[in-house]
């Protein structure tokens, strides 16, 4: 069982450049989450979604555009990197609301020139 | 290596030793709260859960308390080991009522023999 599989784990990226980062769970849940995680701060959302066909904003949306056109799979895109994105990124799934455990993957690592 | 974790709390065990990590909480209506572990260069991991009709859950090795007069929030770890080595944050949130969890920044657990 897999869990939540992240792709790549790592990219270094030029400024400008675009690309996209995929995350898939195969544990059917409804829930999915991306975060970015920076030295000294908690995990900070950038968007979410709550089932096939639906995204939200998170904490810091400005500069992402997600995805969510199969349940098992949340795409992240950067359309135009920049060096403030560069980060861990990791995404997250879970059954439901807030009420329940968010189980994540083990991220991608990041890097804007 | 994984740069995360930069300027955080550490706390030193030994090897046996019992460990008690503690986490603030900032909203009062808060009703659910987690705790993980990120060991370097991986995802959290989901440690324990409890909500907020509840004082105490234990698990393997691992006791929450949850003390609401004072919004704090405490992880004990039994006999610490080496592989217990790691980051830990709490999370929190307003349970069924929100789609977010709010992340602690976390404490650094460091255990030497």
């Known amino acids: 069982n897999a869990g939540v599989t992240q792709t790549p784990k790592f990219r270094v990226l030029k400024t400008g450049q675009s690309m996209t980062l995929l995350c898939a769970q195969d544990m059917n849940h409804e829930y999915m989450y991306w975060y970015r995680q920076d030295p000294g701060m908690g995990l900070r959302l950038i968007h979410y979604s709550v089932g096939e066909g639906t995204t939200a904003k998170g904490e810091v949306p400005d500069g992402y555009n997600v995805s969510r056109l199969k349940k098992q799979n949340f795409l992240l895109g950067l359309e135009s990197a920049a060096p403030s994105q560069t980060s861990v990124y990791f995404c997250a799934s879970s059954r439901g609301r807030a009420d329940q455990p968010q189980h994540f993957g083990d991220g991608t690592r990041l890097s804007i020139l | 290596g994984e740069s995360v974790g930069l300027h955080l709390p550490t706390l030193s065990v030994q090897e046996g030793d019992n460990s008690i990590i503690n986490c603030a909480y900032s909203?009062?209506?808060?009703?659910?709260f987690i705790w993980y572990k990120q060991e370097s260069g991986k995802g959290p991991q989901f440690i324990i859960d409890?909500?907020?009709?509840?004082d105490k859950r234990q698990g393997q090795r691992v006791t929450v308390l949850l003390n609401k007069t004072v919004k704090h929030l405490s992880l004990q770890i039994a006999a610490t080991q080496p592989g217990d080595s790691a980051v830990y944050f709490c999370a929190e949130s307003m349970g069924l009522w929100t789609d977010k969890l709010i992340f602690g920044t976390g404490t650094r657990l460091q255990v030497f023999p």
């Open positions: 909203n009062s209506a808060s009703d659910y």
């Open positions: 409890i909500r907020s009709n509840m």
